[in-house]
Nanobody, 120 residues
Framework: QVQLVESGGGLVQAGGSLRHSCAAS????????MGWYRQATGKERELVAA???????YYADSVKGRFTISRDNAKNMLYLQMNSLKPEDTAVYYC??????????????WGQGTQVTVSS
């Protein structure tokens, strides 16, 4: 079955950096878009970055220029490099599997989530 296991996250000061990793299994990783969602307390889950099976990327305006999504199909790994972090980036971050090869096709599996807390 599909499994998405995240690592990374933690507590960082504003302006700092963190890197998330997501180990995927149970499907042909290279055939699917992957994404990173986040959910802050009291807010809806939002897609912050996505990458197609071909490597094209999408970023929410709020993270554009600061976050970088990447994938290693040989290792079935997804990454999210987060730089210049802001307190408003505080949230639980989730790795997600796309329903198809493009980022806009929706997502239907999520990892367990990891907490990111950015202090001011």
């Amino acid at each position: 079955q599909v499994q998405l296991v995240e690592s990374g996250g933690g507590l960082v000061q504003a302006g700092g950096s963190l890197r998330h990793s997501c180990a995927a299994s149970g499907f042909t990783f290279g055939n699917y878009a992957m994404g990173w969602y986040r959910q802050a307390t009291g807010k809806e889950r939002e897609l912050v970055a996505a990458i197609t099976s071909g490597g094209s990327t999408y970023y929410a305006d709020s993270v554009k220029g600061r976050f970088t999504i990447s994938r290693d199909n040989a290792k079935n790994m997804l990454y999210l490099q987060m730089n210049s972090l802001k307190p408003e980036d505080t949230a639980v971050y989730y790795c997600a599997k796309g329903r198809g090869s493009s980022w806009y096709m929706g997502y239907h599996y999520w990892g367990q989530g990891t907490q990111v807390t950015v202090s001011s």
